[in-house]
């Protein structure tokens, strides 16, 4: 059995982090002693921990810079290898700080994210202890922000690479994020990308989060955790994209800490050749009156295989809750996998909720159909796959990125021989 500490880079957190922030540091790489790496009998790791392969003898090679700030729009921020290769923030109300230049209150603030006290996600607690920086973006309270900010977080050359972001917004602010995670080319070598995002909405407050994780090198390794704490009547929304790599896994959690919040969470997942996603999403409904939907799609081909695990969990005192949870999935071929589990906790009486998934093929009288009107079979096929997950990707609320998602899906999905 293998001991999550192996891992660690170096016997000390970065110097130059606040107080507060070496404790939290030095606490959770005690931790790790005990921490394993997650086996096939890890439950929820059951279906992907075969993936993990030796990430012990990933090299530390890490480069520093690929050219990416010379070609960026504004209001972007590059997180390169866990540390700001870029920043250029110009929305009023909006700020920005590393992890370095904050204050003890705003490092602590940081800790309470719902990522940062989740100790059951091991690839979370090893980003808690290995990460060097970090972005702490702050919305002030009642700022209505127009434009979208753009967080890429990129990893260049092998090894582990840590990003760790911090997310606030202020009592009856707005802001759209737009967060991609890619690779610089690997040439065929193996790498790890582990990044955490946290966010707090105060009273009030709305957020869009948009996440795209479409590079498809075939070594490459994505570990990622969202998480959210919502306040009283605040409202969240997220769209997903994910195209699988040898190794992809996105641990989402939501926080409803008070009454009145409501989220949404959409999510579209595409695989093929031996490509692998898993998607874990939890939804901690913990006060009463609020409200959470949640839609994901998956399509997954050739010998591939996705995981969906969906949770919603609704506290003993979090009475009058609407919540409900469907994942539709489509299977290309013989080969493909996909594993769905939606699962309800429910400890209070007073609720309406609903889950339901649904596995399933292509309908051959549907593409018969689509071939008496003169349309190829090929045609017809990708008609009805990219059909199957058209209504989420042009629910993005911006157009631009709805426009490259469906663009990127029509030519995944092409038949075309």
């Given at each position: 059995m293998?001991?999550l500490?192996a891992?660690l880079?170096?016997?000390?957190?970065?110097?130059?982090?606040?107080?507060?922030?070496?404790?939290?540091?030095?606490?959770?790489?005690k931790?790790l002693?005990?921490?394993?790496?997650?086996t096939r009998?890890?439950?929820?790791?059951k279906?992907?921990?075969?993936?993990?392969?030796?990430?012990?003898?990933?090299?530390?090679?890490?480069?520093?810079s690929?050219?990416?700030?010379?070609?960026?729009d504004?209001?972007?921020?590059?997180?390169?290898?866990?540390?700001?290769a870029?920043?250029?923030?110009?929305?009023?109300?909006?700020?920005?700080?590393?992890?370095?230049?904050?204050?003890?209150?705003?490092?602590?603030?940081?800790?309470?994210?719902?990522?940062?006290?989740?100790?059951?996600?091991?690839?979370?607690?090893?980003?808690?202890?290995?990460?060097?920086?970090?972005?702490?973006?702050?919305?002030?309270?009642?700022?209505?922000?127009?434009q979208?900010?753009?967080?890429?977080?990129?990893?260049?050359?092998?090894g582990?690479?840590?990003?760790?972001?911090?997310?606030?917004?202020?009592?009856?602010?707005?802001?759209?994020?737009?967060?991609?995670l890619?690779?610089?080319?690997?040439?065929?070598?193996?790498?790890?990308?582990?990044?955490?995002?946290?966010?707090?909405?105060?009273?009030?407050?709305?957020?869009?989060?948009?996440?795209s994780?479409?590079?498809?090198?075939?070594?490459?390794?994505?570990?990622?955790?969202?998480g959210?704490?919502?306040?009283?009547?605040?409202?969240?929304?997220?769209h997903?994209?994910?195209l699988?790599?040898?190794?992809?896994?996105?641990?989402?959690?939501?926080?409803?800490?008070?009454?009145?919040?409501?989220?949404?969470?959409?999510?579209?997942?595409?695989t093929?050749?031996q490509?692998?996603?898993?998607?874990h999403?939890?939804i901690?409904?913990?006060?009463?009156?609020?409200?959470?939907?949640?839609?994901?799609?998956?399509?997954?081909?050739?010998?591939?295989?996705?995981?969906?695990?969906?949770?919603?969990?609704?506290?003993?005192?979090?009475?009058?809750?609407?919540?409900?949870?469907?994942?539709?999935?489509?299977?290309?071929?013989?080969?493909?996998?996909?594993?769905?589990k939606?699962?309800?906790e429910?400890?209070?009486?007073?609720?309406?909720?609903?889950?339901?998934?649904?596995?399933?093929?292509?309908?051959?009288?549907?593409?018969?159909?689509?071939?008496?009107?003169?349309?190829?079979?090929?045609?017809?096929?990708?008609?009805?796959?990219?059909?199957?997950?058209?209504?989420?990707?042009?629910?993005?609320?911006?157009?631009?990125?709805?426009?490259?998602?469906?663009?990127?899906?029509?030519s995944?999905?092409?038949?075309?021989?």
């Open positions: 293998t001991r500490n891992l880079r170096g016997s000390e957190p970065a110097a130059s982090l606040p107080s507060s922030l070496k404790d939290f540091q030095l606490t959770k790489r931790a002693d005990t921490v394993l790496l997650p009998k890890t439950e929820n790791w279906y992907s921990a075969k993936r993990l392969g030796d990430i012990n003898g990933l090299p530390a090679d890490l480069k520093t690929s050219g990416l700030a010379e070609k960026t504004p209001n972007t921020v590059i997180i390169e290898n866990g540390q700001v870029h920043s250029d923030i110009g929305i009023a109300g909006v700020t920005l700080k590393t992890f370095d230049m904050l204050s003890e209150d705003e490092a602590k603030v940081v800790m309470q994210g719902v990522i940062a006290r989740s100790d059951d996600l091991q690839f979370a607690q090893l980003n808690h202890a290995e990460f060097s920086n970090g972005v702490f973006v702050s919305v002030a309270d009642h700022t209505q922000a127009e979208a900010l753009r967080i890429i977080i990129r990893h260049s050359g092998q582990i690479s840590y990003s760790r972001v911090f997310i606030t917004l202020g009592k009856l602010a707005s802001l759209t994020v737009i967060e991609e890619s690779f610089d080319d690997l040439g065929g070598a193996s790498a790890l990308l582990n990044s955490v995002t946290d966010c707090t909405l105060s009273a009030g407050a709305r957020m869009q989060y948009i996440r994780d479409m590079d498809q090198q075939a070594q490459s390794k994505v570990i990622g955790a969202t959210v704490v919502q306040n009283r009547d605040s409202f969240f929304e997220s997903c994209l994910g699988g790599t040898h190794l992809d896994r996105h641990d989402f959690r939501i926080e409803m800490a008070e009454p009145g919040a409501e989220c949404n969470l959409n999510g579209v997942c595409v093929q050749q490509q692998h996603y898993d998607n999403t939890s901690e409904h913990i006060a009463p009156n609020c409200q959470s939907n949640e839609s994901y799609r998956c399509i997954a081909g050739d010998q591939s295989q996705i995981v969906f695990n969906g949770r919603i969990h609704i506290h003993r005192d979090a009475q009058k809750t609407l919540g409900s949870m469907s994942n539709k999935n489509l299977l290309l071929s013989n080969g493909a996998e996909i594993d769905s939606p699962e309800l429910i400890y209070a009486d007073d609720v309406k909720c609903a889950h339901g998934t649904t596995i399933g093929q292509l309908d051959e009288q549907e593409i018969y159909y689509l071939k008496t009107r003169g349309i190829k079979d090929e045609q017809a096929r990708q008609m009805l796959t990219l059909g199957f997950v058209l209504e989420l990707v042009r629910a993005n609320p911006i157009a631009e990125i709805a426009e490259q998602w469906e663009d990127k899906l029509a995944l999905l092409s038949f075309e021989q």
